[in-house]
């Protein structure tokens, strides 16, 4: 199976996980807690039953909150962006094995600006 422009195979489907990330795009994006339906409004292809169901699931794997608001939910991400990605490296360091072989890896794959950044951001240095 082949992807096309827009990321997908041949049969049209999604790659594992990716309709996950664009519906916590959507609420990223939002600002706040919104309904499935502004959340469809983002990610018009995938079917209303469909975005309910990721939204489900997301909730059950603690990545969003859902709260009922009159006959509907509201639904919001637990983290900003930059805390989920900072929880999916630490994930992936859990599970890397050898810590220093994973972090050595890491580093050594950093562009010239990101390790600067991060040396800054060891040494304490708060105006990054």
């Keep these: 199976m082949t992807g096309g422009k827009d990321g997908r195979g041949e ?19 939002a600002g706040g807690p919104v309904t499935a339906t502004v959340v469809q409004e983002q990610v018009p292809d995938a079917a209303y039953t469909t975005l309910l169901t990721i939204l489900t699931r997301l909730c059950d794997k603690g990545l969003v909150t ?19 990605a900072a929880a999916g490296m630490h994930s992936l360091l859990e599970e890397g094995g050898d810590r220093a072989a994973v972090l050595a ?16 951001l060891l040494h304490g240095d708060s105006s990054v």
């Design 11 to 29: 049969g049209g489907r999604r790659a594992r996980g990716e309709l996950e990330s664009e519906v916590l795009a959507a609420l990223w994006a």
């Design 66 to 84: 859902r709260q009922r608001e009159g006959r509907s939910h509201v639904y919001a991400p637990v983290d900003d962006q930059a805390g989920h």
């Design 105 to 120: 890896r890491f580093v050594s794959e950093l562009s010239v600006e990101d390790e600067q950044l991060l040396e800054q």
